[in-house]
């Protein structure tokens, strides 16, 4: 009997989509239903999780907006809004995945979700590692970070890197990649063992703080910030550089894209740019994992986590992302069993 009680289900429900301007916490709404602890007889393949942790990202900002043809989809009104998160097998139906599992992948904004065709999900294995860390440095921001800098950058030893928005999720990994493998490394110095570091944000002549950090140019740049930034360091790339266009979060609040100006220094100088989606690189997770473990038991990779508590606190976690309100790889605990 106890295998069918219904419980409450905390929701977090958009109320509408925010198609330019900042997000608020407003757009966002908690909500409450009941769920069955079990999957509903006769559902296949199916999982019942419960949420321990929630991922807030930049990409999600544009699933907020009412796209069309977007390679991730919009959130739909008045349902539960959904990211990568780690969470517990409660019950399950599939053959991958029994009671007990702990896993990481895509989920919903709420106690408990079921997933019906478990599309990104993966098991966690290494557990003797803190938990909170698969949502970001074992989860998506690793992974991004991993294929961003090894695969589309194609590093080599003694390379000037630049990393913008170094102290998000993904940057605070690229920056201490690249100074594993011997390479200079801009930004965020005193934290991460970076070489240099400068605001972008509070910096009037990005060009100038360009110069002043890499006075002999940039082979890698690793694409977070996009506009103006993304300006600056064309105009200071070396000739065969590398950008990775990873995001551009300067951009995604906008109405009007801002343009640049500097595109044809890519011809003179080599450089090639290259956008990528992490989820073409998931079968790559193991090799990660083989690289990134003992790097962390180590020491020798340092993580940021900047967590806030409960449920009702992600609408603000979320949106604080977009005015720089964090520190680091920003989390929601929705609960800590």
């Given at each position: ?243 990775a266009a990873c995001g551009m979060i300067s951009q995604y609040n906008n109405e009007q894209l801002d343009a640049v ?70 989390l929601v605990v929705v609960s800590h069993d």
């Amino acid at each position: 009997m106890a295998g069918e009680e219904s419980v409450r289900n905390k929701q977090v429900v958009l109320k509408n989509h925010v198609n330019s301007g900042l997000p608020k916490e407003s757009d966002m709404e908690i909500k409450e239903s009941s769920i069955q602890l079990k999957v509903p007889e006769g559902t296949k393949d199916a999982i019942l999780l419960k949420n321990l942790y929630l991922s807030c990202d930049p990409y999600m900002r544009n699933r907020l907006k009412k796209l069309e043809g977007s390679y991730v989809a919009s959130f739909q009104v008045g349902s539960p809004i959904s990211g990568y998160g780690v969470a517990k097998v409660v019950d399950s139906t599939h053959p991958g995945y029994e009671k007990g599992d702990l896993v990481w992948g895509m989920t919903g904004w709420e106690e408990y979700t079921l997933l019906t065709a478990p599309e990104i999900l993966f098991k966690i294995q290494h557990t003797d590692v803190p938990l909170t860390y698969y949502t970001g440095l074992l989860g998506m921001a690793g992974t991004t970070a991993y294929a961003g800098f090894y695969e589309v950058c194609s590093p080599k030893k003694g390379e000037y890197v630049y990393v913008s928005a170094a102290s998000g999720a993904v940057g605070q990994l690229v920056g201490q990649f690249a100074k594993l493998l011997g390479c200079y490394v801009d930004l965020l110095k005193n934290k991460f063992g970076f070489d240099a570091a400068f605001n972008y944000k509070e910096e009037p002549d990005l060009d100038a703080a360009l110069k002043r950090c890499f006075p002999e140019g940039i082979d890698i740049y690793f694409e977070n910030v996009g506009g103006k930034m993304l300006d600056a360091v064309l105009a200071n790339m070396r000739v065969n550089g590398r950008i990775a266009a990873c995001g551009m979060i300067s951009q995604y609040n906008n109405e009007q894209l801002d343009a640049v100006h500097n595109l044809m220094y890519i011809v003179p100088k080599r450089i090639r740019m290259q956008g990528f989606i992490v989820s073409d690189f998931y079968h790559l997770y193991p090799k990660y994992l083989e690289m990134i473990i003992p790097s962390i038991k180590e020491g020798k990779v340092t993580y940021v986590e900047d967590k806030a508590e409960g449920l009702e606190s992600a609408p603000a976690a979320l949106v604080g992302l977009f005015t720089g309100r964090n520190v680091g790889k920003q989390l929601v605990v929705v609960s800590h069993d």
